[in-house]
């Protein structure tokens, strides 16, 4: 049994310093303003599942709370320190292994840097598709803890959608495995768990090593702008796009500030600004310290005005879009979507696409000057359904306009809803900013959105996370009672102790309008609605290695716990904190649940009898195509596409399997426990790009 | 305003070009970490230890000003404060460039000049220095002035070197200069390892941990550097002051010098 003394570890001033803060804005404005950092009592670097043990135990005889940082890149304090805590930093599980070809899977150390992650897997000729904007200063560990989501999202899924399987460390337990397994041999959880440690910000376990789904790289990449007169006409051609079924990897909507401030719809060179000599002086002037320290600072002391001005001035919004993937499928989609987008928005070319793609990940650099001259920046993303998006979008803004500028992108989007990712700048003092964010939350909570969408929570968001997630809360707390009995983990992150009634707004509680793509039904009846966008068997579904990962299951999960009324899934990915939606459904009394329903318009579909059907299906799916229709009776391989582009998969399809096009059908897609199986074993039931699977047996 | 304010205030986005940070794990490492250490110690929050314990931990590489799409010198900020905090001295005075030829050899560590001529056909002048072109200088008193004279001592002709040291001197001076192993073996098919100077900014490790300053002020991160470095790449460096630090650590290297010397004399 190893101890704690034997674990790499400092407790000198420097490392403690060092692990003060995370990246939370509010807490960079506290050290800009001079405020005292919080001090760690020591910063531990655990290099094995008994380093972690060792310390998490030791920690919890102390009664001393353990954060658990990667590299410390949150912007909700989740990551930030308190005194007499203990960082238990994880960046020394920094291994990459290699993809294996089979399957295409990577096991990967949780400390490793994503930059790091995206360069080897390159060099093996793969991506996992995840591409935050802070992809060189955040850990793999730190997307599965907050559930984060990379600016191609609307392709690979969001980062729940990318881990497999994870190995983790509880003080309660020991270490153990939940989802897919790995080369180690820990004990096992149910598959379910995954779902909860998913998001769990560090309060349930520390991870340490993951599975990650990963794919080939892009050999074509297509991007191009539009743009649109306002945000609704262009959140109304996003909601197309993806009802269409044409899954771009980029979707950024940048409201008409947004749009303005960056100047996303004009040419960058040529275009008649100030003269030389203005922005010389100009430049001269800023480098005066007292000068430097006021710029922003006393504009935004009047921030409703700033907002009227910047609101006059601003019209119409750049939408970027950018296919990539298979050179053929991405040619088949952009050409559908292209003909979609122009119907309402102007073709700007590629220009702007190109010149986003190649800034993605310097965005952060934006918000030092900001800092410097005396303001505050920060960044608040939520979401909702298509319906409820422009009146969140309007609400969020004019709860924030007296404190504070406010301009918005909109950069991740699902069949039924997108995020909506607001920018602030204020003045720069602490009441300010407080200010901003309890207006914005309740306005968002109001408006039946969601509170976070793949930020996280922290300590930031966790008063109205905790009322989003109402009595659901109780399935983190009982898993918490188990894995960490003395609650050491993150104490005070994620949800409150006291959870008061939830409040379900009147925009959520009732049922959505067919334009979300959602259709909603007691559970015994939901999987019999009539066009179901991904047609399962039975609810809830299986486990995320058996599924891909854009095949949704409930939406929304209405019900009671406890005899108190409960909602879940305000947004098409809810997200603050782990997802509780598979709690309610099995737990609650009375549950009804929105399921996502396909719009209208063309079909096809196609049937092959070839000798190992699901190996087939398994061959469409890595090339790069995504199927609605994918079953197999009496041995022929069925394969079904919808939406404008559905003839040109279908062709697409052919080539890899010898499709004859047939009548429509619809498939319900295999349910329960799945375990993967040899391509040629009879029982099997379905297909992921990664494996040929068959029903668990007991 | 300076830049270690800019980059006190920035989310770390250059911790994955850090050789440092990466190969250790050690939050203190991240330059914006060691920024945020000596505006404390400037401010008076934090007393002068704790930034020269800061300090310690960078190699002076330059990759996370490479990185960094502000552009921000942070390593010439950092080089300030070494000089304000008595850890660094001035460049000596420049010795004078010896002999013929378009290609300078600066020996540092190992002399090179005269089988870099025998192996190339061609003449190849030689300059000695014994403080690695005064690289501990950077951001002293009479470091522009340092740079200039180094322009001027080489006019024009392009400096050769194996020390990764003098490679970020010559980088800041802005003259042209090119590795010995490219030189001698363009297109790098010998499978000799850049240091950390010049390296590309993927992957996670660029340094094998030998600078000076780390191996005196943070050994046990030099260590694990040095075993990290040849684990994941073997025992063959490009750079002579890698070699050294390695064979220092325990490890049989070959850097590119040994491998010039054998081809020099037919090995």
Request: glycine residues 12%; charged residues 20%.
């Amino acid at each position: 049994m190893r101890t704690v003394d034997q674990v790499p570890q400092s407790t000198s001033p420097l490392d403690r310093r060092a692990a003060a803060r995370d990246l939370w804005p509010g807490g960079t404005l506290d050290r800009w303003l001079g405020a005292p950092l919080p001090s760690p009592d020591r910063v531990v670097w655990p290099e094995d599942e008994d380093d972690v043990l060792a310390a998490v135990r030791a920690a919890q005889a102390e009664r001393a709370p353990v954060i658990v940082v990667g590299a410390g890149s949150g912007v909700c304090g989740g990551a930030r320190a308190e005194p007499g805590a203990w960082i238990v930093d994880v960046k020394r599980f920094d291994r990459i292994g290699r993809v294996d070809p089979a399957t295409w899977i990577v096991e990967v150390g949780a400390g490793v840097n994503g930059q790091h992650l995206e360069d080897e897997l390159a060099r093996q000729g793969f991506t996992c598709g995840h591409s935050p904007s802070s992809i060189g200063c955040s850990t793999v560990g730190g997307w599965v803890a907050a559930r984060g989501a990379g600016q191609l999202s609307n392709k690979y899924g969001v980062f729940e959608d990318i881990v497999l399987g994870v190995d983790a460390v509880a003080p309660g337990v020991g270490a153990f495995t939940a989802g897919l397994p790995g080369a180690r041999s820990f004990a096992r959880r149910p598959d379910a768990e995954l779902d909860l440690l998913v998001g769990s910000e560090g309060t349930l376990a520390v991870i340490t090593r993951v599975r990650l789904r990963v794919r080939p790289l892009p050999a074509k990449r297509w991007l191009r702008g539009y743009r649109f007169d306002d945000v609704p006409t262009a959140l109304d051609a996003m909601r197309t796009l993806m009802q269409g079924e044409l899954w771009p990897a980029a979707l950024r909507l940048y409201d008409p500030v947004d749009t303005w401030i960056g100047g996303r719809t004009k040419p960058k060179h040529g275009a008649k600004g100030p003269p030389a000599w203005w922005k010389r002086w100009l430049a001269e002037i800023d480098r005066l310290p007292a000068v430097r320290r006021r710029t922003v600072a006393l504009p935004l002391a009047l921030p409703g005005v700033l907002q009227g001005l910047a609101d006059r001035l601003a019209s119409g919004c750049l939408l970027i879009v950018g296919w990539e993937g298979a050179a053929d499928v991405v040619e088949a989609a952009s050409s559908a979507g292209h003909t979609l987008l122009t119907q309402r928005g102007t073709d700007l070319g590629a220009e702007p696409g190109e010149r986003w793609w190649a800034s993605r990940h310097a965005v952060s650099y934006k918000l030092m000057p900001v800092f410097e001259r005396g303001g505050f920046a920060d960044t608040m993303e939520i979401a909702g359904r298509w319906s409820r998006l422009p009146a969140i979008y309007d609400a969020v803004r004019a709860a924030v306009r007296p404190h504070a500028l406010v301009m918005a992108h909109m950069s991740h989007s699902y069949p039924e809803g997108g995020c909506i990712y607001f920018s602030f700048a204020g003045k720069g003092d602490k009441a300010t900013y407080d200010a901003v964010w309890q207006a914005a939350q309740d306005a968002v909570l109001r408006e039946g959105g969601t509170v976070t969408h793949h930020h996280g929570v922290g300590t930031l968001k966790a008063p109205w996370a905790t009322a989003e997630a109402g009595p659901a809360v109780r399935a983190w707390r009982a898993l918490r009672a188990e894995l960490d009995p003395a609650g050491v983990l993150g104490p005070g992150r994620l949800f409150r102790d006291a959870s008061p009634p939830q409040a379900i707004p009147a925009p959520f509680a009732d049922p959505a309008p067919v334009s979300d793509g959602l259709a909603r039904a007691p559970i015994a009846e939901a999987t019999r609605v009539s066009g179901r966008l991904w047609p399962w068997e039975a609810l809830p579904l299986p486990a995320r290695h058996a599924r891909s990962p854009w095949q949704t299951g409930a939406v929304e999960v209405h019900g009671t716990l406890d005899g108190a009324p409960c909602a879940l899934g305000r947004g098409p990915r809810s997200a603050a904190g782990p997802d509780l939606r598979g709690h309610l459904l099995a737990e609650g009394q009375g549950v009804e649940v929105a399921v996502a329903v396909a719009a209208p318009g063309p079909r096809w579909t196609g049937r092959a009898v070839v000798p190992h059907p699901w190996a087939a299906a398994r061959a469409i799916l890595r090339a790069d195509l995504r199927p609605a229709v994918l079953g197999v009776v009496d041995g022929a391989l069925h394969v079904g596409f919808r939406g404008p582009a559905a003839a040109a998969f279908g062709e697409l399809a052919s080539r890899v399997v010898p499709l004859v096009p047939c009548d429509g059908v619809e498939l319900p897609l295999a349910s329960g426990p799945l375990v993967p199986c040899a391509d040629d074993d009879p029982r099997a039931v379905g297909a992921t790009s990664e494996h040929v699977l068959r029903r668990e047996e007991p | 305003m300076s830049t270690v304010d800019t980059c006190t205030l920035c989310p770390r986005l250059c911790r994955h070009a850090c050789p440092v940070a990466a190969g250790t794990g050690r939050e203190a490492a991240v330059p914006t970490l060691i920024a945020d250490a000596v505006l404390a110690w400037r401010r008076g929050e934090a007393d002068a230890d704790l930034a020269r314990a800061a300090l310690a931990l960078c190699v002076d590489c330059g990759r996370c000003e490479s990185a960094c799409h502000l552009h921000q010198p942070l390593p010439d900020a950092l080089g300030e404060a070494r000089h304000a905090l008595g850890l660094a001295t001035a460049a000596a005075a420049l010795a004078a460039v010896e002999g013929e030829g378009e290609d300078v050899a600066v020996e540092a560590r190992r002399p090179f000049a005269a089988a870099l001529a025998r192996v190339l056909g061609r003449p190849v002048a030689r300059w000695g220095t014994a403080d690695s072109l005064g690289a501990a200088g950077r951001g002293g008193p009479g470091w522009a002035a340092h740079l200039a004279g180094i322009r001027a001592a080489l006019g024009g002709r392009r400096a050769v070197t194996a020390d990764g040291d003098v490679a970020r001197v010559l980088a800041s001076a802005g003259v042209a200069w090119a590795w010995l192993h490219d030189v001698v073996d363009p297109g790098g098919a010998d499978g000799l390892r850049s240091g950390c100077v010049g390296a590309p900014l993927a992957g996670a490790l660029g340094c094998c941990g030998g600078g000076e300053a780390l191996v005196a002020g943070a050994p046990d991160e030099a260590r694990r550097l040095a075993a990290r470095w040849v684990r994941e790449g073997g025992p063959r460096v490009a750079d002579v002051r890698c070699a050294s630090h390695l064979r220092a650590q325990g490890y049989l290297v070959e850097d590119a010098v040994d491998r010039l010397l054998a081809r020099a004399e037919g090995r």
